[in-house]
């Protein structure tokens, strides 16, 4: 077919690269999380302070994270190179993306987890606050489970969007199905090997996805 | 039990500066059901918000069961609010939370154990006539039902007050008169205090025991709502009950009428409302009266009837008809 050959195809090498992707991708998910979500509460939080100062922390905060979106990943890969030394001691294989991977898509989450916080009714925070709720109850039982849904429709855009980060890690060595793209179909000319992995790249978004959408579905109460 | 002393609130800076609150004194007592009227605009959301400092007055007091919540810092007034329960136009319940969980909500914020919310929660559920929608969420909800949750979710810590901010002007009117029933059931039941917000003359009527109209950030009457509503001083006060008696006193008064006659209205209350006090009289001075309009109603339990009536015979023994009504302890306004 459009004279492709299938069969010469080394699975061991797509087996691997399909099993560095899934590992990239789950440790930066957990990462990106783990820091975005408390920063998403923290530009949330300070964005509404009646206080001046906070505001000014709001402001800063909210550069950083616009500089931090703006920059392309691949320059940011590049950027981090000392960073990401420092912190896992390589700056290339699975290893050596995960800082990267993390530093770019933490700051899409927060912005992400930042919005559907806004989407809260204020009655229901107002509610809570005359009810006596301390700003934390207020944040780990109203906000967060108020928010919930919008939370893992974000969790799944930051996913997704982390699949496709992988892929272009792997230009600069990070290993995974782009890398495997890249390498094969690019620089070999072995179309096979880029369809597949591109294809298992869609599929993997496709499910991921469909998972992200059934819970959005799960916790909808509305 | 509350009381607000020259609470004054500003919002905005500089020029845009709205006072939306000004000097304003207001006493609240122990178990009564306290009604405040007034227009859109006027304060009253702005009023009961700083009876538990939701909202910050820009000065003045405000004392709830002895304290003044001003002067309180974070922790104490978090700890004060959970004696002061509210109630809310929108409902504000959590979308995410179950009936349960929302009635348990502002126990398991004070840590209480669960089998203690447990008991609570059932007996509230008992209390609001919810106990089939317990495990429903708020969207699967009437807004009368929801209006239930958030009462049952208010009484969850045993608040010695329950401030209500219109809370049944999303309803329609039977709804709104099963809620005003609980509502009154809770007061004397458990002799909380409450304090709504409204505007409409109808929910005062019902349930308040003292009412306060509020005009422009300030109290303009006040007074029991027997008085007020019955013999309303100011123009506003007169504003909202008229715009209930509607239409009919106003033609009343353009019945035609001259020199020989004389417009009255006779104000019924409690027993004498079912009095035959006016034709009696009337037999015995030999004046005649053309009744011009009527309304016979109920202000909470205390029954009365307004009469606009006019007069007809010889001057004197109308004069001495209307002097024997009043004896026998009927208002009567002149209207002419
Ligand atoms: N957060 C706010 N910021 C600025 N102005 C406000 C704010 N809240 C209320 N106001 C102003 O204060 C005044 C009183 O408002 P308030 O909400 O207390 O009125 P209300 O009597 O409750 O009216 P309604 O019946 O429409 O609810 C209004 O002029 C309003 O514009
Ligand atoms: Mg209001």
């Known amino acids: 077919m459009w004279g492709l050959d299938f069969s010469q195809l080394d699975w061991n090498e797509i087996s691997v690269a399909s099993l560095d992707t899934l590992k990239m991708l789950a440790a930066s998910s957990v990462f990106t999380f783990i820091l975005g979500l408390p920063l998403g509460v923290l530009l949330y939080q300070t964005s509404r302070s009646s206080n001046a100062w906070v505001r000014t922390v709001y402001s800063v905060l909210s550069v950083i994270v616009n500089i931090l979106r703006s920059v392309p990943f691949i320059i940011l890969i590049v950027a981090l190179i000392p960073f990401t030394i420092a912190i896992v001691g390589v700056s290339y294989g699975v290893l050596g993306t995960i800082p990267p991977l993390v530093i770019g898509a933490a700051p899409f989450f927060a912005r992400l987890v930042e919005t559907s916080l806004r989407e809260v009714d204020r009655g229901v925070l107002e509610a809570a606050q005359s009810m006596g709720a301390s700003t934390w109850q207020i944040i780990l039982k109203v906000l967060l489970p108020e928010a919930r849904p919008g939370l893992l429709a974000g969790a799944t855009i930051t996913v997704v969007t982390l699949v496709s980060y992988t892929a272009m890690s792997g230009m600069v060595g990070g290993g995974g199905l782009g890398d495997l793209a890249i390498r094969y179909g690019y620089y070999r000319y072995q179309k096979e090997v880029m369809i597949i992995s591109v294809l298992f790249m869609i599929i993997l978004v496709q499910l991921l996805q469909m998972a992200g959408d059934r819970l959005v579905k799960h916790f909808t109460r509305k | ?336």
């Open chain 2, 1 to 336: 039990m509350i009381e607000l002393k020259q609470v004054t609130k500003k919002y905005g800076k500089g020029l845009q500066t709205t006072e939306a609150l000004s000097r304003l004194d207001l006493t609240v007592q122990k178990g009564e059901i306290f009604g405040v009227i007034g227009h859109s605009g006027a304060g009253k959301s702005t009023l009961i918000r700083c009876m538990n400092l939701l909202e910050r007055p820009t000065s003045g007091e405000v004392w709830v069961d002895g304290v003044d919540l001003t002067k309180l810092n974070k922790q104490q007034l978090q700890n004060q609010r959970r004696k002061i329960g509210m109630i809310f136009q929108h409902f504000n319940l959590l979308s995410s939370a179950s009936v349960y969980d929302n009635i348990a909500f502002p126990l398991r914020l004070a840590h209480v154990d669960k089998t203690q919310i447990a008991a609570k929660v059932n007996e509230l559920l008992q209390l609001v006539g919810l106990e089939a929608h317990r495990d429903k969420y708020p969207a699967q909800l009437s807004g009368g039902q929801k209006q239930r949750v958030g009462i049952a979710r208010a009484l969850a810590s045993d608040p010695q007050v329950l401030l209500c901010d219109e809370a049944t002007s999303a309803l329609d009117p039977q709804t709104t008169d099963s809620i005003l029933k609980l509502l009154l059931d809770i007061n004397r039941k458990f002799h909380l205090t409450i304090v709504l917000i409204t505007h409409e003359m109808q929910v005062i009527q019902s349930i308040c025991d003292r009412v306060a109209v509020i005009h422009q950030g300030g109290i303009v009457e006040e007074g029991a709502v027997t008085e007020v509503f019955l013999k309303p001083q100011h123009p506003v006060t007169r504003e909202f009950i008229l715009g209930q008696a509607g239409e009919s006193a106003q033609l009343a008064l353009q019945a035609p009428h001259d020199g020989s006659s004389r417009l009255c209205k006779l104000t019924f209350l409690g027993e004498k409302t079912y009095d035959s006090i006016l034709s009696r009289t009337a037999r015995e001075t030999g004046v005649d009266f053309a009744i011009l309009q009527g309304t016979i109603s109920k202000i909470k339990d205390i029954p009365y009837g307004q009469l606009i009536i006019r007069l007809e015979g010889d001057a004197g023994q109308m004069e001495k008809t209307i002097q024997k009504v009043k004896a026998e302890g009927l208002d009567v306004e002149v209207l002419d």
